[in-house]
């Protein structure tokens, strides 16, 4: 492994093959859509000192030589500007744009997921990192993980509710970004990926166009996410 | 009035120079965002013969001599084509995920909006049209009129919330396109034009990021959106 290679720090679970942190996701996808490789560094939500060098405690955490970036968004347009082409954005409109399908991704999809997996996460994480999970997410949540998750086929119906504007979205073209994937695309697709590597339940109908959406990017670079290790 | 001119049939309330409907704000910020002027034409909703031309009956219609366009998607894209700048996309990336901003206005916001307004909408547009509103939004929404829009306040802070991704992205920069507004900025501005014409009820919070975009975007192009006729 030569020491400029990128390496990508990555949340895993108690199996370190399973990579199911939603935003680690999107800066995989991101990658891949450059061509570019990276050394991908296993990361448990309690290995802080791991990756303190990056003044903060979250993964994603990018090192490229003597850079470091954390959060997905701000390496996805430090990406966008060290390797231009192919484009994450197509441009300053598209960049700000995708900010806020990355918001409606963070904020409108991901809660609702959270209620759909978050068991399924604790079980899966490693033993050390369990106390940590249950803690900051029944303090986020103001409830017990078990009340939070409760009834996870009401929220599995919400997820499909608040998916219309997307739906809407891909019965007239085949990508959010258009003709082909790029960054908005990821956002909301990390989402998706989080659910499918730490969880056995599905969340989208087979015929839905979110479904074939999702089949369409699973395949992208010959089924890079497709073939990921999912829990058993 | 020169035949060459373009024309814009608008929906209009009992007062002709209210102006409400959000699409028809849409077309209208794109208008003006290109600089162009268009020959404004009062529609009302069962006035089905006026637009019979279009081959369908709703506004916007636009007509640019032999050409007519309805749908305001479909006029945006139009008019990007025919008038290539000032962009309203910024390239087909752009376009593809402002595709998405605007069924999230359409699709997310719409029918919360609709729920504080329905009843402002009934009572102010023309006595013909009052029939047809009722009956098609009935059958729509699957209840009376009155029932749909009971506490509006309920539905005012549904839409606060469903702001979230557009208020976390407002926290990052000025506008939904970046610097400067676009056709995606449009999109959610034409639905807080929709209440803003037709209803006294204030949808937002002066501390809200929103409020404060919504400011600058009633002051573009000397206040075209500001100084446009409200209800009483």
């Known amino acids: 492994m030569s020491d400029d290679m990128l390496k990508l720090y990555e949340l895993a679970g108690a199996d370190e093959a399973v990579r199911f942190s939603p935003h680690c996701w999107k800066t995989r996808m991101a990658l891949a859509h450059k061509g570019l490789e990276a050394e991908r560094i296993p990361f448990h939500f309690t290995d802080k000192d791991v990756i303190a060098f990056s003044g903060q405690g979250l993964v994603p955490v990018l090192v490229d030589g003597e850079t470091v970036v954390h959060d997905s968004w701000q390496i996805a347009t430090y ?3 060290r390797f231009p082409t192919p484009t994450l954005f197509g441009g300053d409109t ?3 744009v995708a900010r806020f399908v990355n918001a409606w991704a963070d904020g409108t999809l991901g809660p609702v997921i959270a209620r759909v997996i978050a068991l399924d996460i604790h079980s899966r994480i490693a033993a050390k990192d369990q106390h940590y999970f249950r803690e900051t997410r029944e303090k986020r949540f103001g409830m017990s993980l078990e009340a939070f998750a409760a009834e996870p086929g009401t929220h ?5 509710q608040a998916l219309a504007p997307l739906r809407f979205t891909l019965r007239q073209q085949p990508f959010l970004c258009g003709e082909a994937p790029a ?5 909301v697709f990390g989402m998706m990926m989080w659910a499918r590597c730490i969880s056995p339940i599905e969340l ?3 015929d839905d166009p979110v479904f074939a959406w999702r089949e369409r990017l699973l395949d992208a670079h010959d089924g890079l996410a497709r073939n990921a290790p999912r829990v058993a």
């Open 79 to 81: 990406l966008e500007e």
């Open 94 to 96: 598209g960049r700000a």
């Open 156 to 160: 599995v119906a919400a997820l499909r």
């Open 183 to 187: 960054y908005a695309d990821f956002s």
């Open 204 to 206: 989208l109908e087979q």
